[in-house]
């Protein structure tokens, strides 16, 4: 598929959701039909994009540009761009899209409003797909803010419920708050760049001559120009992504459905804040060490531990696989600052695979306990769903880094490249931490929902964990979960040398060298000991949820009130910022009381005094003057019209009278 | 009667003479002659002016007077037409009862 017609791929899914709004709200079944046909054929599609990048067997960027307006003689250009990074990134979205999708028919198959829920499913992923083909800054940034909004329509779905509302309205606030930076960053980078476009035969703002001379220009504090302009995107970014300190929208958008929050995490919203960075990398890296790359390395390895520990006091069965994501995107932001984009995307994909499985392993357990959360009240439940249990186990030990699995090649991946970061030690050692958390907390969670006793009176015997609309998603995330790690394996970097344009060469000796072998030994430890400590302090025999307290808590009750509260960060953010807002807000009135709204009186005031004199003389002088004039000539034509008697004698009679008064005048003038 | 003050006295009395007859008679014939002889003492002022202005040699005064006269016939043909019209479509031919010259 030639990159021309490669807007098909945001079209079909855009086209579905405009279909979809004009269908009436009983053609629920035709709806989802409809929204997850497209969404395949969008995946093809990307498929045969992705083909398309195979086929010159080097590194290929294809890209397609139009003009979308004039202004005077400033034209302004848009278009695609098809390179390694798009096509991996439209593969994952679509296809991991997909699969959501064809869950969402069955999770939503009660729903009332499901037409609409996939009119927007489609919109969020069409503003998603729109995003990774976008060749042009502007563009890109326009379809970043359609996720936004469609990530609030969706997240606010059961917009009934209040936490649900204010839940979207939170995560719109604050990935706004990130917005603002990304949009400085465009502006300033369009004033000083020129164009906004990516690659654009040697003059895109992300190509050669441009980025060097960003690097070249330095402004206040001998910071570099293209150091500024990415951190503030970086900023954007971090909003998106859900990095600390911008991370708190995230943990409360569990309350839209389960589907959903699959696509946000996985495929859709938060991956735009890593893809955004992996696009911009040229940018990122313009000057050596680039302090823009640094700061993605410390919030990302600072988000990857924080987050995982904040995970480790969760009772809420979704709220636990939220605080892994911004755990996880933290390793993404570290593979990115410290060894380029390939590394990322690499995490980035298997992650998506991994974290759609278990939020939709996690949606099944939701939907068949009667729609219960909280894993104190879940339990035993590997008896009662053997399949659900399989998958999720899969995906829990994808994330926690098991061996040979997915997220253990993509994680030793990131540790690879932190290790040998020339800056400091201290991220490798966070991303150590929170990869041995991360085998801790899951466990903790496999445990409470699935083993032990069974502790939920309202599971659904009728529920069919098997239904095909809910296994197929299951079972092919399950198998991309496992074998996705093999393409990126440090012996047979075939996804790393795609991405950066090289042909991999299998090379054993990388895999049982010293660094690599060490590196994959700690891996394994940490995610097996992790798994083991977890699985001695929360075994069945040893602890009771129904009748116990979490043996952290028992332990360390101050340390554990930290963490269920989240480090009190949404109170601190209540207390100071949303507090300084309202203060702000409430100046203002006291402001526009008293000062104001008393000018905009006066003023008004003054305008109705001009306007009344101005009908008092309308009407007395004007209106007056106007009247007696037509007055008048009313009169007047009156008597002329008295005089006009229809007798031709009378009529004579004044022309003779005039002929008597001109003898008169000319007699009169003659004697003078 | 050999001064043109003579004749233009004359002629005034003879205008006056037909403005008094138009304006006071009723018969509509009566105003038409009338007229006519408003119209003669016209004629009567240009063969005066003619006869005794500077250049009596150029029949110029009389040729207007021809005109005129053939003119004043034409017009009482209409006159008389227009007046039989008048009775035939009101049965009268006394000016005062015609009234509808006028709207």
Redesign the interface.
Do not use: A, S
């Given at each position: 598929m030639a990159v021309e017609w490669l807007w098909l791929i945001p079209a079909l899914p855009l086209l579905a959701a405009g279909v979809l709004t004009l269908l009436p709200t009983t053609a629920g079944r035709a709806a989802s039909f409809v929204a997850t046909g497209s969404m395949f054929l969008s995946f093809v599609f990307s498929g045969l994009a992705w083909l398309t990048t195979l086929d010159q067997g080097e590194f290929s960027r294809t890209t397609f540009d139009f003009v979308w307006f004039k202004t005077g003689t400033a034209a302004l250009k848009i278009g695609w761009v098809l390179d390694p990074l798009t096509a991996v990134m439209l593969l994952t979205v679509s296809l991991v899209g997909s699969l959501i999708f064809l869950f969402s028919v069955g999770y939503l198959a009660r729903e009332e409003r499901r037409v609409t829920f996939f009119a927007h499913l489609s919109f969020f992923a069409a503003a998603m797909l729109g995003l990774v083909i976008a060749n042009n800054l502007l563009l890109l940034f326009v379809c970043w803010e359609l996720v936004g909004l469609a990530s609030w329509l969706l997240i606010g779905f059961w917009f009934r419920k209040p936490e649900a509302a204010a839940a979207a309205r939170k995560a719109f606030v604050v990935t706004h708050i990130g917005d603002m930076g990304f949009f400085v960053g465009m502006i300033w980078l369009a004033s000083v760049a020129g164009t906004l476009q990516f690659f654009d035969a040697g003059a895109g703002c992300l190509e050669e001559t441009v980025v060097h001379s960003l690097g070249a220009a330095t402004i206040l504090g001998g910071l570099a120009l293209s150091t500024v302009i990415t951190l503030l995107v970086l900023w954007g970014a971090m909003g998106k992504s859900g990095q600390v300190p911008l991370h708190v929208w995230l943990p409360d958008a569990m309350e839209g459905p389960t589907p959903v929050s699959a696509l946000i995490h996985a495929a859709a919203m938060v991956a735009a804040g890593v893809y955004l960075l992996a696009r911009l990398f040229p940018l990122l890296d313009a000057v050596p060490d680039s302090g823009s790359l640094v700061a993605v390395t410390w919030v990302g390895s600072l988000t990857a531990f924080f987050a995982a520990l904040v995970a480790l006091g969760q009772t809420d069965l979704k709220r636990i696989l939220a605080w892994s994501t911004i755990s996880q995107l933290g390793y993404m932001m570290l593979g990115l600052g410290t060894g380029g984009p390939a590394v990322a995307m690499f995490h980035l994909v298997t992650h998506a695979f991994f974290k759609a499985l278990l939020f939709l392993g996690a949606g099944s357990v939701i939907q068949a306990c009667g729609h219960e959360q909280d894993i104190r009240r879940l339990g035993g439940l590997r008896r009662r769903m053997p399949f659900t249990f399989g998958v999720y186990a899969i995906g829990m030990l994808a994330l926690a880094g098991f061996p040979f699995l997915s997220g253990f090649w993509s994680k030793e991946a990131i540790f690879h490249s932190a290790q040998v970061w020339e800056v400091s030690r201290i991220p490798f050692v966070l991303a150590v931490a929170g990869a041995l958390l991360t085998a801790v907390y899951m466990t903790r969670q496999m445990v409470y929902v699935f083993f032990g006793e069974h502790r939920n009176s309202s599971f659904q015997k009728s529920f069919s964990e098997r239904a095909v609309v809910t296994a197929v998603p299951l079972a092919a995330l399950a198998c991309g979960a496992i074998t996705l790690g093999f393409l990126g394996t440090q012996a047979f970097p075939l996804f790393q040398e795609y991405l950066e344009g090289e042909t991999a060469v299998l090379a054993w000796g990388d895999l049982i060298g010293w660094g690599s072998l060490g590196l994959i030994a700690l891996s394994t430890l940490l995610s097996v000991g992790g798994m083991a400590l977890a699985w001695g302090i929360y075994r069945p025999s040893q602890f009771d949820p129904a009748r116990q307290q979490d043996p952290l808590n028992r332990w360390f009750p101050r340390i554990f009130r930290w963490l269920e509260n989240q480090f009190f960060l949404d109170e601190w953010y209540r207390q100071t910022v949303v507090r300084g807002t309202c203060l702000a807000g409430r100046g203002a009135e006291v402001l526009d009381r008293l000062i104001w709204g008393p000018v905009v009186r006066l003023c008004a005031a003054l305008v109705q005094t001009v306007a009344w004199c101005s009908r008092l003389a309308d009407e007395q002088l004007v209106n007056r003057g106007f009247d007696r004039v037509c007055r008048a000539v009313r009169q007047g034509a009156a008597w002329c019209s008295e005089r006009?008697?229809?007798?031709?004698?009378t009529?004579?009679?004044y022309v003779?009278a005039s002929l008597a008064l001109v003898v008169w005048v000319l007699i009169l003038i003659d004697r003078s | 009667m050999d001064s043109l003050s003579d004749y233009l006295l004359l002629s005034a009395l003879l205008f006056s003479l037909g403005l008094c007859v138009t304006l006071v008679r009723r018969h509509a014939i009566l105003v038409l002659i009338g007229i006519e002889l408003m119209l003669n003492a016209a004629n009567l002022n240009f063969i005066a002016f003619w006869r005794f202005g500077p250049n009596p040699e150029a029949l110029d005064g009389l040729l207007f007077v021809l005109f005129s006269l053939a003119v004043a016939a034409a017009e009482a043909a209409v006159g008389l037409a227009l007046i039989l019209a008048v009775y035939r479509r009101y049965s009268v031919t006394d000016v005062e009862n015609i009234d509808e010259l006028k709207g």
């Open positions: 006009q008697n229809g007798r031709v004698q009529y004579i009679k003779g | -």
